[in-house]
């Protein structure tokens, strides 16, 4: 199994910054895509950010130059820097992991949620 632990969130005031964290462990053999999604009260789950394996990375055009990917392979760890963050960036904040797991002898595809972490832009 794998297992993912969020933190950094909580409240800011409009402008702030915030840094959250996802880091994975447990029975993983290779990490593929880490990802940020967040859901808004009544909304649907939306991509924020991703980054692959390789480094690449791509954002939702909401939060592009003012919010960062970046993952540390050492620490199976995923960072989101959010910086000037404003009252339509409030949510739960959501990683996502996929990669490939051991099974035994076997290596199984896997793609993981955590739990959440809120994040509230509010004077």
């Known amino acids: 199994q794998v297992q993912l632990v969020e933190s950094g969130g909580g409240l800011v005031q409009p402008g702030g910054s915030l840094r959250l964290s996802c880091a994975a462990s447990?029975?993983?053999?290779?990490?593929?895509?880490m990802s940020w999604y967040r859901q808004a009260p009544g909304k649907q789950r939306e991509l924020v950010a991703a980054i692959t394996s390789a480094g690449s990375t791509n954002y939702a055009d909401s939060v592009k130059g003012r919010f960062a990917i970046s993952r540390d392979n050492a620490k199976a760890t995923v960072y989101l820097q959010m910086n000037s963050l404003k009252p339509e960036d409030t949510a739960v904040y959501y990683c996502?992991?996929?990669?490939?797991?051991?099974?035994?002898?076997?290596?199984?595809?896997?793609?993981?949620w955590g739990q959440g972490t809120q994040v509230t832009v509010s004077s």
């Open positions: 447990g029975s993983i053999f290779t990490i593929d895509t």
């Open positions: 996502n992991v996929d990669g490939l797991r051991t099974a035994g002898w076997d290596k199984r595809p896997f793609d993981y």
